[in-house]
């Protein structure tokens, strides 16, 4: 069976069967009549000890978090409890609670930048907050209104603003995180959880110049199906990922090109969404990017991306230096790939996501042979280039543009 008539066939199987009432648990997540996420309950703790930012030169992504993080907890008697910036520190959890043993937990990342002007913006929050909710629904954790957390994520990057680096292509990475905390060796929905966001400062990710990276597509190693948590950013989906990513840095390859089925489809790789680029004619390039089937992580860099190329199709905001090119959200497999590269057809390959905007591909290694990509003399393509050069102008505020808010609005 093609693979799109097999989700679909999937898809209808799920809905045939879902209840026609929301249940009295589903209530509770999603909060009726519990007390909603509200930002106007916010408590302030300064912390007595600060830090300095440290020098941004030498930041190791992850390593470095701000003084302060904001906690808000939720349980299915009350519902969402008062919001409080604190202290940055550790948390103390029980040894039975939940989230060490089934790992009730997903997460979400985006960034500060600073402008020219030296105010300091995000980037599409509201689509996190949207996605942090799909999230949520998927691993029964409580939904909430994202417009409260964002304003509370904007007090909290306020207060630590001086760690947003002024260095070019530097920037504040924010990361939210909903775990449920019940204190029960049993498996049932959430009844208490924790929702906290915590800041790290973090340096340009070509910091030592673009560095195309290979890819292993090992058909034997799975990071989604239908039918599972793919598209959720859910904590579960990524330690199972590190082993695979072993296995392929010992044959040479920096990631892992993630395929599914027999037909070995394409859908993501690493942490990234997955764009190809292919000569259609001579004027023409086809964008393929796989389908949102329910396996692949909505990205709000892919969302971005393709906005971007289909303002530039229709000629109403052209990308600098880009040929007509056709976007496509459509199933691609590895035999269309390996067609292409014999026909000199495959143009370009690239990752997409928060931490790199874009991450350009050189090579492909599947069934023991290696696809090469090519990739220009700045280590991108065309289109990741341009598409690239787009997006951090609107992110750090050189180009006015509706995806880029600041955190004073
Ligand atoms: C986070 C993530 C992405 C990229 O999402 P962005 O919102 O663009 O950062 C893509 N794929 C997976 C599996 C992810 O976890």
Known sequence: MRLTAYLLSNFKQVKRMAPANVSDVEKKLHGVGLAPLDAGKLVIEKNPNPRSPPPAKGLVFGKTFSNHMLTVPWNAQTGWGQPKIGAYGPFSFDPSTVIFHYAPSLFEGLKAYRDPQGEVRLFRPDKNMERMNTSADRIALPRFDGDELVKLIKKLVDMDKDWVPFEAGYSLYIRPTLIGTQPTLGVSANEEALL???????????????????????????????????????????????????????????????????????????????????????????????????????????????????????????????????????????????????????????????????????????????????VGDSGFGAVAESVLNKLSAIQWGKEEHPWSVRITE
Not at 291 to 304: C, E, N, Q, W, Y
Not at 306 to 322: Q, T, V
Not at 347 to 370: H, M, Q, R
């Open 196 to 374: 906290f966001v915590i800041l790290s400062p973090v340096g340009p990710y070509y910091s030592s110049g673009v560095k195309p990276v290979a890819l292993e597509a090992n058909p034997a190693r799975v990071r989604a199906w239908p039918g599972g948590t793919g598209a959720s950013k859910l904590g579960a989906n990524y330690g199972p990922g590190i082993l695979p990513q072993i296995e392929a840095a010992k044959q040479g390859f920096q990631q892992n090109l993630w395929l599914f089925g027999d037909e070995h489809w394409l859908t993501e790789v690493g942490t990234m969404n997955l764009f190809i680029v292919m000569k259609k004619n001579d004027q023409t390039l086809e964008v393929v990017t796989p389908p949102l089937d329910g396996m692949i992580l909505a990205g709000v860099t892919r969302d971005s991306v393709l906005g971007l190329l289909r303002a530039h199709s229709s000629g109403e905001a052209p990308l600098a230096g880009l040929p007509k090119i056709e976007v496509s959200e459509r199933n691609i497999n590895m035999k269309e790939i390996v067609d292409a590269a014999e026909k000199c057809n495959l143009v370009e390959v690239f990752g997409s996501g928060t931490a790199a905007v874009v991450s350009p591909v050189n090579k492909i290694g599947y069934l023991g042979e290696d696809i090469s990509i090519p």
